[in-house]
């Protein structure tokens, strides 16, 4: 038995010894690309008659576990070689969404201009299109006042649930249908701190009696769930009136987090 308070602190060194190794001997990457399942479109109607698509985000460490390879390369030879123009450091996609949609509407007479007088040529308006078309020389001009939101937001669907990232796109022009969403967003992986030193000044209320005490806590693995410490402090002690030294050892385990 008298070994036995020696116990904490040989469960501390363990646990300190084994997060030391995962964090200077990560795993090893898989050196294949697994392709994720498309994430499927949501569709939300809006109240003036419009629609919602909503897709969730898949972070990825690459495009090609999202997106196909024609696009892919689509993307790295125009646009991203536009924007490499001029710049010493090349650029790093971070997130890049392909939308597909397209455009239905019928018009009338309704739409007609009224001030067409020309009878080789016919003119229409609607709040989001012009359309001119010439009969004499069978030629079209058209314009279209394009407007499309992108909004990125996150929600969670319990109170204990993972807190999920989403993409909505909508046009205020109803006739605009939205086929398909792809979405890639770079993984950034953060980097977990190793130590952490904190100070502290707390009560211990024990016997209906307050004992301050205060110090130093070495925190192990501070990011993770398995959290050794190891404090150092002074304590007050009603009896003798004085500040006495204490050693503290422990484990700290997260059970939940918001």
Do not use: C, H
Request: aromatic share 14%; glycine share 6%.
């Amino acid at each position: 038995m008298k070994y036995l308070k020696y116990f904490p602190i040989v469960l501390l060194i363990i646990a300190i010894g084994y997060i030391a190794w995962l964090y200077y001997n990560p795993k090893i990457e898989k050196v294949y690309i697994q392709i994720k399942p498309k994430a499927e479109l949501i569709y939300v109607q809006k109240s003036d008659g419009g629609q919602i698509a909503t897709v969730q985000k898949q972070p990825t460490v690459a495009m090609t576990e999202v997106l196909s390879n024609n696009y892919i390369n689509y993307v790295q030879d125009t646009i991203v070689k536009a924007l490499n123009k001029g710049l010493a450091y090349k650029l790093q996609v971070q997130n890049l969404t392909k939308i597909n949609a397209v455009l239905k509407d019928s018009l009338s007479k309704k739409n007609v201009l009224i001030q067409n007088v020309n009878k080789d040529v016919i003119a229409w308006k609607t709040n989001f299109i012009e359309i001119e078309a010439n009969f004499k020389d069978s030629t079209a001009k058209y314009n279209y006042n394009a407007q499309l939101d992108v909004l990125d937001y996150s929600k969670k669907e319990s109170l204990f649930g993972e807190r999920k990232q989403y993409i909505a796109v909508t046009s205020p022009d109803k006739n605009f249908k939205i086929n398909s969403v792809e979405n890639y967003t770079k993984e950034i992986k953060q980097k977990k701190d190793f130590l952490e030193l904190n100070a502290k000044i707390q009560g211990l209320y024990i016997n209906k009696q307050l004992i301050p005490y205060g110090g130093l806590d070495l925190l192990f693995n501070p990011d993770g769930r398995l959290k050794p410490i190891l404090g150092y402090g002074y304590f007050y002690d009603y009896n003798s009136g004085k500040l006495l030294p204490y050693w503290m050892t422990g484990l700290q385990i997260n059970l939940i987090r918001f």
